[in-house]
């Protein structure tokens, strides 16, 4: 979408509701429908399918196209049923994907650790990235630790494990 804009410059507002309709009418990687269907309960008909009549244009009835239509609607909360559940299909596969590839960092209390040194504390390429060493006193949920300095000073908020790494003397 933002490739399409900048190409277009000061043609912006006439590109997106191009763009938006591809968008609409385009199946979803997440939810393998377009949303326009999710919406609606049937596929869109393209504005050059109107303009220059094409077979599916010319071969419509009215009628068919209601009982079409009621059968569509009848079957959407299955196609939106089927829609969710490749959704969550797609989160655990990223979930998993995530798990596989991290490696969780569990501190135990005395540990000694390093901690990451905020951004606004780099004064130039050649300050340390790591700030330390601190010893763990407690060992909170979901990986956060308090911790205080050798000399027994605490540090005033929690750290998550992601900030931190070993000591090694």
């Not at 933002?2 to 000061?10: D, P, Q, S, V, Y």
């Not at 504005?47 to 209601?66: A, G, H």
């Not at 905020?118 to 763990?136: M, V």
Request: aromatic share 10%.
């Amino acid at each position: 979408m933002k490739g399409r804009l900048e190409k277009a410059k000061g043609n912006w507002s006439e590109e997106i509701l191009k763009i938006l309709w591809s968008y609409h009418t385009t199946p979803q990687s997440t939810t393998k429908e377009p949303p326009f269907s999710l919406v609606y309960g049937s596929d869109a008909m393209i504005p050059i399918e109107i303009q220059k009549s094409s077979p599916r244009f010319q071969s419509f009835v009215v009628e068919e196209s209601n009982k079409g239509r009621k059968v569509n609607l009848d079957l959407l909360d299955e196609v939106r049923d089927h829609a969710n559940i490749n959704l969550e299909a797609l989160k655990r596969r990223v979930e998993v994907r995530h798990k596989t590839k991290t490696k969780p960092r569990q501190f135990r209390i005395a540990d000694l650790v390093m901690r990451k040194t905020h951004p606004y504390q780099i004064e130039n390429k050649l300050s340390p990235k790591w700030t330390g060493p601190f010893c763990i006193v407690e060992a909170l949920e979901n990986g956060a630790y308090k911790m205080e300095t050798l000399e027994g000073g605490a540090i005033p908020r929690t750290w998550n494990a992601t900030n931190l790494k070993f000591y090694f003397s």
